[in-house]
């Protein structure tokens, strides 16, 4: 074989191999990627060459390029640029010294100089020093102290020290203890510090622990490995080679803990592959593979009965003996559908048989309780629904745009109880921060408000410049003034106050710097079905811009702001028609939802809904992925079909 030739095989080889495996789901620390990816991870991941997503930083803390949010791509096997997020480091704030050079904040290993007054050395004793941007802030906190032949004990709180002598000589030791619950900055419950020349080498402080230390995971681990976790920090597990995790991979610190509870590790051995199918025989618990100790049920088709234990074990990587279905020669016959009090049969029939079914309704002002379908078999009838008055009970609150709820949720709330939501960062918060369950219904949610910055494009548009050119990565939040000065030999005359823009909700009105040739204003914006602009007004000078906001459950496609420019408007965006969920399309295509939390009102374009077969249907396209999964588009929804499985 030539050199060229196993160049090509190599080198299709490694493509392919690429293709193949993609880009794990990334571990992201002091940031985070959309909550569904982890919840979905197995559908998501791997993610295929190019794909993108979208990296946010946790106040504080930037990309290396200094951005609070940014786009990774999926390359061969790894994410570019890395999903890292770093402590932003800000300007020094000294007393009794200097920083040479300062800028308002520092990116990744950035340097920083600074020089401490007569009678002030450094924190490493010396009269300059040059402190470097890393990751979890300046390599040493840049701090002037004053040469002092001793030191004072500060005062502890949440802890104690172990001497009651408070006055100490340079090179004397300083022993202390946090209380329960609380713990040194290196994450112990107890730590020292000396006494130097510049005074103590470290504070002593006692702060909360927010979540237990995790304990070593036996044939496994887990990282990042640090040794105090704080709200809202996420650890991933992994297994050595031969185990699997049982459990979650990923769990976060809340204010109450871990959640979920740390995995452990398992055999791959002990694994069972999917339980088998028999003939004639349903099976009722999941099909995906199982792990020692889980169980898997079954039950006949119709007019066959079951022989051996409905119930089987995955004992050591293998299944107890299955039963079998044996073919009864008659039909059996059932007696009539029970009876549900405030409740009625649909369509009832004079005579039943195993394997027909009945659909039960309820009166006005009853809602029912439990399956509103059952079947009979081998001659007798489940216990049927329920009819239950309606209650007052709201179930899980709706999502907050750009903020999320304190605690985790719940399934349901009692009438009046109350759920409280925060905004993410840099966003502040419209109206009350509790909502309350009133008679079945959520109270209106509050509004996150966007934070803006500045758009270079839009400044060139409008002949403008920053006042204050530290600004440009600045995040300014929601009725913020932003200041301008036009660029050189443009008019001014007309802003005799200063040139300034204010934040509103992501979006920045920036003024206009004038030209001697006096351009043609807007009239109204262009009328979006289903929106409105904010603060509309009757006339726009050019340059200026427009905000439209979508009616509620609307999708919003295209830009928010559209520009005025010399007498015309930008192309305005559209707003897509949510879509709503129909029950008598559900029904004719015997399919029921799969997922509670999908019984809501409306789905916004481009949604997922999840489907699964009603009993005894099977689904159509068996080999096709996701196939009983459909997304709402454009308003509409294409229903997945099942039909009466074969007997």
Same mark, same amino acid.
Request: net charge negative.
């Given at each position: 074989? =030539? ?257 979920? #509870?740390? $995995? ?62 044996? #073919? ?56 049927? $629904? ?10 899980? $609150? ?33 109206? $009350? ?101 904010? +603060? ?7 340059? =200026?811009? +427009? ?17 005025? =420019? ?66 709402? =588009? ?14």
């Amino acid at each position: 074989m =030539s050199v060229y030739k196993f160049c090509i095989l190599l080198l299709c080889h490694w493509f392919c191999f690429a293709q193949e495996n993609g880009c794990d789901l990334p571990v992201v620390e002091n940031g985070k990627i959309a909550q569904y990816y982890y919840v979905f991870k197995k559908f998501y991941f791997p993610m295929k060459e190019g794909k993108k997503l979208s990296l946010s930083c946790a106040a504080g803390y930037s990309t290396q390029s200094g951005k609070q949010e940014e786009q990774i791509t999926c390359k061969g096997v790894a994410w570019e640029p890395a999903s890292l997020c770093f402590k932003k480091c800000i300007k020094p704030s000294l007393n009794h010294g200097n920083v040479h050079n300062p800028k308002d904040s520092y990116k990744f290993l950035e340097r920083a100089h600074y020089s401490c007054l007569e009678g002030y050395v450094t924190v490493s004793g010396n009269q300059t020093e040059e402190v470097q941007c890393l990751a979890n802030g300046w390599s040493s906190q840049p701090e002037c102290h004053q040469i002092s032949d001793g030191c004072e004990a500060p005062r502890l709180y949440n802890g104690h020290y172990t001497t009651t002598k408070r006055a100490f000589h340079v090179k004397e030791i300083l022993q202390y203890q946090c209380d329960e619950g609380y713990g040194t900055p290196s994450g112990r419950t107890a730590d020292e510090t000396e006494c130097l020349l510049r005074g103590w080498s470290s504070v002593p402080q006692c702060t909360k622990q927010s979540c237990k230390e995790l304990q070593p995971v036996q044939n496994g681990g887990f990282y990042p490995v640090k040794a105090m976790y704080v709200d809202r920090d996420v650890v991933q597990f992994f297994c050595t080679e031969g185990y699997i995790l049982r459990d979650s991979e990923l769990i976060q610190c809340y204010s109450f803990g871990w959640y979920p #509870e740390p $995995p452990s590790c398992e055999e791959k051995s002990n694994k069972c592959p999917p339980p088998p199918r028999p003939a004639h025989i349903i099976l009722l618990t999941d099909p995906a593979v199982h792990r020692n100790g889980d169980s898997a049920r079954y039950e006949c088709d119709y007019n066959y009965m079951l022989i051996g234990s409905e119930e089987i074990y995955c004992e050591n990587g293998r299944w107890t003996a299955p039963p079998s279905c044996v #073919e009864l020669k008659e039909k059996l016959k059932c007696a009539p559908p029970p009876y549900v009090e405030n409740g009625e049969v649909m369509l009832q029939a004079e005579v039943y048989y195993s394997g027909d079914r009945v659909n039960f309704q309820c009166a006005e002002g009853y809602e029912i309780q439990g399956s509103s379908e059952i079947i009979c078999k081998m001659g007798k009838w489940p216990e049927p $629904p329920k009819c239950k008055a309606k209650s007052d009970f709201c179930q899980i $609150p709706p999502p907050l745009t750009n903020g999320e709820l304190i605690d985790l949720p719940s399934l349901s709330y009692k009438n009046s109880e109350s759920v409280e939501y925060r905004c993410k960062s840099y966003h502040l918060m419209e109206g $009350p921060k509790t909502v309350n369950c009133t008679h079945g219904k959520w109270t209106e949610l509050p509004t996150c408000l966007e934070p803006c910055t500045v758009s270079v494009d839009l400044m060139r548009q409008r002949n403008l410049e920053l006042k204050w050119s530290f600004e440009m990565d600045t995040y300014f939040l929601h009725g913020d003034m932003i200041e301008f000065v036009c660029k050189d030999d443009l008019d001014m005359s007309e802003h005799p106050e200063g040139l300034k823009g204010m934040c509103q909700r992501g979006n920045i009105r920036y003024p206009t710097c004038s030209r001697k040739d006096k351009l043609n204003a807007c009239g109204p914006p262009p009328l979006v079905k289903n929106g409105r602009v904010l +603060a509309p007004q009757e006339n726009y000078e050019s340059g =200026s811009s +427009a905000v439209y906001m979508c009616s509620e459950h609307h999708f919003l496609n295209g830009s928010n702001t559209v520009q005025c =420019s010399d007498g015309d408007w930008d192309h305005p965006p559209t707003c897509i028609e949510p879509c709503v969920l129909s029950k008598e399309e559900m029904e004719r295509n015997q399919i029921r939802l799969r997922w509670s939390f999908d019984n809501k009102d409306y789905f916004y374009h481009g949604e997922y809904i999840e489907f699964l077969c009603i009993d005894g249907h099977e689904n159509t396209s068996p080999t096709i992925m996701f196939s009983l999964r459909a997304q709402c =588009s454009d308003g509409q929804i294409k229903y997945p079909k099942c039909v009466l499985r074969a007997r």
